[in-house]
């Protein structure tokens, strides 16, 4: 169990954030059920919400990527939906962010799918991802301040190259150096680009969505590309974000059986990667305690 400095929170009572899906529902689904989220691995429904037997509230973040790899990226996709549109009954709230294979899809990039993925789930899965963005319900970037602690979930991170260049577009972020601006920035992009795509495939230009060198690519690495060790050296070097990063992309290496640990974090816990590698059956989710300012 690690501890972080956060006090109560006014909002939730606790948030649970669950990494990379690739396609593994049946691995969600455990993760769903080992959260407390849902009422059995087998049903994609709301429990009640509770903590020592006291009625509490519930923050689901999950961290992106639904394709690629396995096959049940459009059942793993339709179950966090449902959750979205029935957390509200449940004083709950679940935010889904988009992943850099999400990207890939809308680019007409299938090269990752999986055999199952016949023409018509593609398209399916495509016009959810697109109505969802449009809507509101699918985003870049989401940041929550809990009393003491604020904190910026992205796919896969800010590191210090990415910072440098959008505080040079937006003065206010270099002003505050504040996480709600950086998500007021990711999610402002990401919904023009959408909505300037007049039709599929989508063309991805602005450098918030290049990979940088840890990815293999050539930009200056946005966060649906940054890699855990990239923002584990930036901490190292005492990179001054103030605010904490949770993240996914980077997949842990080890197993349930192995002694590294599948949720990876810095020693200062300014980032904190929840990949535990579902797509390889591996189980495993991040959960902070709003209540005592645990982190599990």
Known sequence: MLLILCSESDIFSRIVSIGDIHGSYSELMQDLYLANITISESLCEWQNQTINGNSSTTLLVQMGDIVDRGDSS???????????????????????????????????????????????????I????????????????????????????????????????????????????????????????????ISNCPSFPCRFKHP???????????????????????????SFYGFPLNFIQVVGHTAAHGDESDPEPL??????????????????GNRAFLEINTMNGEIQ
């Open 208 to 234: 918030l969505f290049d990979a940088g060198p840890d990815s293999g690519g050539r930009g200056i690495g946005g966060p649906f590309w940054s890699r855990y060790q990239t923002l584990e050296r930036d």
């Open 263 to 280: 949720i990876q974090h810095t020693r200062d816990l300014r980032a904190i990667c929840v990949d535990a590698a579902m797509y390889a």
């Open 74 to 124: 459009l059942q793993a996709l339709l179950c966090l939906r449902h959750l979205q549109s029935t957390a509200s009954t449940y004083h709950s709230k679940v935010i889904r962010l988009i992943g850099n294979h999400d990207i890939w899809w809308l680019e007409g990039n299938f090269r990752m799918a999986n055999a199952a993925d016949s023409k018509k789930i593609k398209t399916q």
């Open 126 to 193: 495509i016009r959810y991802t697109l109505d969802d963005i449009t809507s509101g319900l699918l985003v870049g970037a989401y940041h929550i301040r809990v009393n003491g602690c604020s904190i910026l979930f992205t796919h896969g991170g800010i590191n210090r190259q990415f910072f440098t260049y959008i505080t040079q577009q937006a003065t206010r972020i270099a002003d505050e150096n504040d996480a709600e601006m950086i998500e007021r920035y990711v999610n402002g992009l990401l919904y023009q680009t």
